[in-house]
């Protein structure tokens, strides 16, 4: 994508923050938990860790946690047969995070969230539907936080729009050693031909834009910043209704950045495919793959 369509963009989700907050699908909880499986509860050897009812694939991650101490220790629940299960609160610095679409299940599984965004309409959102999440309005160039600040930090549906090499390294600055970089995207399904239909409603750039992921993994590999990274995908469904899918269309930074005439001419068209295409009062389920990528930082103490 070119740098200048990239900014431009990338600046279009203030206008549409209270769209983005009604249509956008948020996270699976078990990929959110694979991003950040260095800090996840400690409890019975017999309880998975990964891929839970997903389809993760090579989700892998060190089954010895740390030993907390009662300092940096809150409980997390119980578990089978009077097991207590603990947790070691993580700082996670959350880049471009929106209107905490993904910021809600970190903060409910105890870690302490500062949620980064640079467009103030987005922050806003967050802050109401996040109140315990410390909000921070700046970009991922320039994360104004001190240095080894964060056990981890985590993009959700945004890192293709940050100037990688720049990003990266503030990031692995922010990051202590051992920390964990996580990336997640959710993607349509296109397998499904009446999502592949609404695809082909949409430019080329917006479809080229959700296989992006794989090349920004190779920037990230090349930067030298990081370990190998690793893998898992899972699977979401989104229910729709009409407005609903033409909400979640219109919340698209390719559809935001149009004209109003092209912009409506898009929904019209979007709103027609959903009219001969719902068969159940419910109306459509959207389907997701949710690919997730976790790679740690290359630092010494």
């Known amino acids: 994508m070119d740098d200048s369509v990239r900014r431009s963009r990338s600046r279009s989700f203030g206008a549409t923050a209270d769209v983005y ?25 017999d309880v998975p860790l990964d891929g839970y009812d997903s389809y993760a694939v090579a989700a892998v991650h060190d089954s010895t946690p740390a ?15 009077d097991t207590t299960w603990t947790l070691r ?5 959350e880049l471009a995070a929106g209107t905490g679409k993904l910021t809600r299940t970190l903060v409910d599984d105890g870690h302490v969230v500062v949620a980064v965004e640079p467009a103030g309409p987005m922050l806003d959102r967050l802050v109401r539907a996040v109140p315990r999440a410390i909000p921070v309005r700046a970009v991922a160039e320039r994360i104004p936080l001190a240095d080894s600040c964060a056990d981890a930090v985590v993009v959700a549906q945004a890192f ?13 600055r922010v990051l202590r050693p051992g920390g964990t970089l996580g990336l997640i995207w959710n993607y349509r399904d296109e397998s499904v031909p009446w999502v592949r239909q609404l695809s082909g409603l ?27 990274s690793e893998y ?8 729709l209704d009409r407005e609903g899918l ?39 389920v ?16």
């Open 21 to 45: 907050e009604r249509s956008r699908p948020e996270y699976p909880i078990e990929a959110a938990r694979w991003l950040l499986a260095d800090h996840l509860p400690s409890g019975p050897d």
């Open 67 to 81: 030993d907390p101490t009662p300092a940096d220790t809150a409980e997390f629940g119980t578990g089978p047969a």
């Open 89 to 93: 609160p993580a700082t996670v610095v």
């Open 160 to 172: 293709h729009w940050f100037d990688t090499d720049v990003a990266l390294a503030e990031i692995a």
């Open 202 to 228: 949409l430019a080329s750039a917006e479809r080229i834009q959700s296989r992006q992921a794989e090349e920004l993994i190779e920037k990230l590999q090349w930067s030298r910043l990081f370990e190998p």
């Open 232 to 239: 898992a995908g899972f699977r979401l469904w989104q229910k």
């Open 246 to 284: 033409v909400q979640l269309v219109a919340s698209r930074s390719y559809v935001a950045t149009l004209s109003p005439a092209e912009r409506n001419e898009v929904l019209f068209h979007v709103g027609q495919l959903f009219d001969m295409t719902a068969r159940q009062p419910d109306g459509l």
């Open 286 to 301: 959207m389907p997701y793959t949710t690919t997730c990528y976790r790679a740690r930082v290359r630092k010494r103490n």
